[in-house]
């Protein structure tokens, strides 16, 4: 469900939208994108002639705030992408879109709160504004629609050295626009615990502490699986575990060197006990592999390097959002206007503030007998895997 790259307190894989700002790739674009539907094709119903009266395709404009925001405590630079909504009668929504007057807020304080479990304000951070391009996280493409890319605003909260997030207490996140006297603000939200030294609350995996941690997927009967075991960490909800797969090719004539690789999300945990499992089967391994890489070019020597492995843990937020988007897809209402979810507390405000930690552990080095099982394997020996890469 959630996204696993990168996901620092950058708004993550936002992409640009018609209606003049951007979502998390996991957010559905819900009632915005359906109005913009309908102003679209506006045009096309009036043409037909059919009725002589005048009507209003869109509901009178209110400046509507959304923002987007995962705290991550092993960061000191956090962003947050909070923008303004746009919705015009007279104007092309796409040709909007390419405007970056149309989405930035003017003339606004952005704050981050630390409060305790009673509300008590602790310590009250000022978040200044600034373009996520400079900051070395560049705005997707606008595509051929020409949505605008630079400046691409964010809010940003840079901690003082020592200070950091923590899962003990609580954060909201409060927007003051001057301008239209609105104070939004999203619900606490809880910091998921980013610590990894071996304890119960912390975000702990026992294979991750080990220096010669290696992984088998060797065994292909039907039931054979991979498990991955940790502790459950403060705050979290949900995990995910995602595996990096790295091979090499070479070709065979010139010796020119191409490094590839493939993701594979293999598992995901909703948290209920102090422990978490992350398994899948060693045939559906195999099959990953089969598919994200085939049959390797002509003259061509492939071996296979090692893995890098990813466990992300997500906030309640985040495991909300989920259950919601879940219950929207596909059934009988399916096609209809759905709820977006939203922990944004205001008149016209919409967004999703969550937390998430993650663990990884680089260079994990694959089982002999799991290379010479993809060198044999019906589903893998087409990909011509011929050892292991020694470079």
């Known amino acids: 469900m959630f996204y696993h790259k990168n996901l620092q307190a950058q708004i993550f894989g936002l992409k640009p939208y018609i209606c003049g700002f951007r979502y998390m790739r996991y957010i559905r674009q819900g009632l915005f994108m359906k109005k913009i539907i309908t102003i679209l094709s506006a045009g096309a119903l009036l043409a037909l002639g059919s009725c002589k009266d005048d009507f209003e395709v869109a509901a009178p404009y209110k400046p509507i705030t959304v923002a987007y925001g995962v705290l991550n405590m092993a960061d000191t630079a956090h962003y947050f992408r909070i923008e303004k909504a746009f919705l015009d009668e007279s104007k092309s929504a796409i040709v909007m879109a390419q405007n970056p007057d149309s989405s930035r807020l003017i003339n606004t304080d952005v704050f981050l709160r630390k409060c305790t479990d009673n509300g008590t304000i602790l310590q009250n951070y000022v978040l200044t504004e600034v373009d996520l391009n400079k900051e070395g996280y560049p705005k997707q493409q606008g595509g051929s629609q020409g949505f605008y890319t630079t400046p691409s605003y964010a809010y940003k909260l840079k901690l003082a050295f020592g200070d950091t997030l923590s899962a003990y207490f609580k954060y909201r996140l409060v927007i003051n626009n001057k301008n239209t006297g609105e104070k939004d603000s999203s619900e606490y939200v809880t910091i998921v615990n980013a610590a990894s030294e071996k304890n119960p609350s912390n975000f702990y995996i026992p294979n991750f502490a080990n220096s010669n941690y290696v992984i088998d997927f060797s065994a292909t009967v039907f039931d054979a699986k991979f498990k991955l075991n940790g502790y459950r960490p403060r705050n979290g909800r949900m995990m995910e575990g995602m595996m990096r797969f790295h091979i090499v090719e070479k070709n065979a004539g010139t010796g020119a060197r191409k490094d590839l690789y493939a993701d594979y999300t293999y598992a ?17 391994f195999y099959a990953f592999l089969n598919n994200a890489f085939g049959a390797p070019p002509a003259n061509t ?19 909300d959002y989920k259950l919601v988007t879940q219950a929207q897809v596909g059934g009988l209402l399916g096609d209809q206007i759905q709820p977006i979810f939203t922990n944004m507390k205001g008149n016209n405000v919409l967004g999703l503030i969550g937390s998430r930690a993650s ?9 002999n007998s799991t290379i010479d099982s993809i060198k044999a394997n019906p589903i893998t020996k087409s990909l011509n895997i011929s050892g292991r890469s020694e470079d």
């Open 359 to 367: 663990r990884f552990y680089k260079n994990v080095a694959l089982s």
């Open 268 to 284: 995901t945990d909703e948290l209920t006990n102090p422990t978490f499992e992350l398994t899948t089967l060693n045939s559906s």
């Open 301 to 319: 020597i492939r071996t296979i390097d090692s893995c890098d492995m990813y466990v992300y843990a997500g906030s309640q937020e985040l495991y």
